[in-house]
Each structure stands twice: as structure tokens, then as C-alpha cells.
């Protein structure tokens, strides 16, 4: 399964962004997720949604972000709004199911102060 992030860019901080990943299958049965990564830290899960739209939130976003899943078109979006400094990342989309997991290539967000 190929997974396809879009969506990173430049904002100000308390701007808004809007990711969005595309998978290359059926992704009803997995749960979808995003991730990100800072420079010397370690990837975090920022934000999960199951197959049945239960929905998990890092503490550090919740409030501000929200994930959202198409399955009939396969894609699965992460919409953050008051952007802060410390949301700069690379974001990653996650495909996982049992010891399954895919990764996209990553989109970078940089909030500036």
C-alpha cells in the first residue's frame, strides 16, 4: 500500500492548515493516523482515527485539530487550526492494522512565530 501526504506549507502562528493522504487501497479496515516528527526528537503520534471513527488526539492538539477519514475515497485528513511554533514538523500518514503499518513519505510544517 503507497500512502500520498499533501498538504504542508509555511504559516503564521494561529493560521490554519490542512493535510491530506491519499492511500493506493481500501482503507475501511485500518486505522489511519498522523505523525510527526521534529529535528532531534523522537516521531509522535499526533493524531488517530479507528475504523469505527473513534477519534485520539495527542493532548498537545487537542482542541485545535482534527482528523477525519473518506473511505470511498480512500484518503484521510488532518485539519489543525491556532497553529503554533511547536506543530513545526514533518507530518506523516499512517496506515496500521495488527503488525501492518504504512508509512507516507512525509510533508513538512513550519509555523512561524
Known amino acids: 500500500v503507497q500512502l500520498q501526504a499533501s498538504g504542508g506549507g509555511l504559516v503564521q502562528a494561529g493560521g490554519s492548515l490542512r493535510l491530506s493522504c491519499a492511500a493506493s487501497?481500501?482503507?475501511?479496515?485500518?486505522?489511519m493516523g498522523w505523525y510527526r516528527q521534529s529535528p532531534g526528537k523522537q516521531r509522535e503520534l499526533v493524531a488517530r482515527?479507528?475504523?469505527?471513527?473513534?477519534?485520539d488526539y495527542v493532548d498537545s492538539v487537542k482542541g485545535r485539530f482534527t482528523i477525519s477519514r473518506d473511505n470511498a475515497k480512500n484518503t484521510v485528513d488532518l485539519q489543525m487550526n491556532r497553529l503554533k511554533p511547536q506543530d513545526t514538523a514533518v507530518y506523516y500518514c499512517n496506515l496500521a492494522r495488527g503488525g501492518l503499518h504504512a508509512w507516507g513519505q512525509g510533508t513538512l510544517v513550519t509555523v512561524s512565530s
Open positions: 482515527i479507528a475504523p469505527n471513527n473513534v477519534r
Open positions: 487501497r481500501s482503507i475501511t479496515s485500518f486505522f
